[in-house]
């Protein structure tokens, strides 16, 4: 999946080439991490790292492109049961009460058929023991792409399109909010903002990949 390449026998989903090639961020111990300054001074997080870095044209791009848009859902989930093993050392992360997928809106839900950073969710969930909860956040209207519009535009379209669904059972939880790609830090922010209305949250950011430019 990383480079379209014939797998070994004993290869699963990524070949052995690859993954010696993944771009690691090791986010994870890095307090002043690339991830972390995407939010630093707009909106308190307790923890945040990228798995991987993103670059055009290479290894991570082909796993995304597939996860994403090839109904390739295992990469998501072999992805998250390596990042598990990382994420398990983080103090911040032995604090997380639930793991919150960055939805999808209905149609694109239905364009799509799933939602692509649900298996690397379920597999963190797995891993963690931390529940999965893929019904508090919601996105409120459908909307295109954000790919080609400007940050500053990303980021008004963004904060217009999240809403949480909360009851006082929801208040004084740490929530661990999961997407695939960080590229503005747009989307993660509307959502962080919304989940924080909830009485005495807390919200922590992972993502399988960074765009480094």
Known sequence: MGCNSLLLQNEKIICAECNHQLP???HHILDHNDTTKK????????????????HHKGIVQNLIHNLKYKKHEEIGTLLGKWYAKDLKSVANIKTVTE??????????????????VTSFCEALSEELQIPLNNKLLYRSRYSKTQTKKDKEKR???????????????DSNNHFLLIDDVLTSGATLEACAKALLKIPNSKVSIVTIAYTQS
């Open 155 to 169: 980021k008004e379209v963004s904060n217009a399109l999240f809403k949480v669904n909360f009851t006082e059972a």
């Open 99 to 116: 793991i919150i997928p960055v939805p999808l809106h209905k149609k694109r839900l239905k364009e799509r058929g799933y939602n692509q």
């Open 39 to 54: 939010f630093y001074g707009i909106i308190p997080i307790e923890f945040s790292a990228s798995m991987l870095y993103f």
């Open 24 to 26: 690691y961020t090791n």
